[in-house]
Antibody, heavy 125, light 111 residues
């Protein structure tokens, strides 16, 4: 079964650090584009970061320089290292698989088709 | 990087059709056919409903359809059912350095 399971959320003081994990089963994180998406309480979805299968990483402006996305292929797990946390980082964090396939004449994008259940991060003193 | 623009709410009666718009720019919605739509029920993870503007993943009802004109994409739900009541988000690839963006979300209410 294709599945993503996040962990590592919790209550952390402003300025602190936290590492989120996203364990994948049924597919390889190294062969796919993997994203972190967050949702603040009562708010909409906000894309946070993506790591491409080739290893390139990209970040939302709101977290650039503070968050780092990475993966451990041997553990088939995606991570999000969050430093210098702020109150506005309080959210449910989801990991999601994002599939883009190179065709003969163009790339085919299949959307974020697999999501985890989310892990809650609360930044508060 | 501003979010894509969606109406805050849309409502309809059972059996009716509704449409949700998603407006971006030529750098995102208008420039690529990489628009996707997600449904989210309260307390649940988002679910992919449409990819590449108008394609439905396996298992998604054909009551859901997508289209695009210029910088605006749309999700249409026909034959509205009570279970369709949820939040809906559009998303697009973007040529900006962030590469991905979401709309602000639309709450669909079935009257």
């Amino acid at each position: 079964e294709v599945q993503l399971v996040e962990s590592g959320g919790g209550l952390i003081q402003p300025g602190g650090s936290l590492r989120l994990s996203c364990a994948a089963s049924g597919f390889s994180v190294s062969s796919n584009y993997m994203n972190w998406v967050r949702q603040a309480p009562g708010k909409g979805l906000e894309w946070v970061s993506v790591v491409y299968s080739g290893g390139s990483t990209y970040y939302a402006d709101s977290v650039k320089g503070r968050f780092t996305i990475s993966r451990d292929n041997s553990k088939n797990t995606l991570y999000l290292q969050m430093n210098s946390l702020r109150a506005e980082d309080t959210a449910v964090y989801y990991c999601a698989r994002d599939t883009m396939v190179r065709g003969v004449v163009r790339y085919y994008y299949y959307g974020m088709d697999v999501w985890g259940q989310g892990t809650t991060v609360t930044v508060s003193s | 990087q501003s979010a894509l623009t969606q109406p805050a709410s849309v409502s309809g009666s059972p059996g009716q059709s509704i449409a949700i718009s998603c407006t971006g720019t030529s750098s995102d919605v208008g420039g690529y056919n990489y628009v996707s739509w997600y449904q989210q029920h309260p307390g649940k993870a988002p679910k992919l409903m449409i990819y590449e503007v108008s394609n439905r993943p396996s298992g998604i009802s054909n009551r859901f359809s997508g289209s695009k004109s210029g910088n605006t994409a749309s999700l249409t739900i026909s034959g509205l059912q009570a279970e369709d009541e949820a939040d809906y988000y559009c998303s697009s690839y973007t040529s900006s350095s962030t590469l991905r963006m979401f709309g602000g979300g639309t709450k669909v209410t079935v009257l």
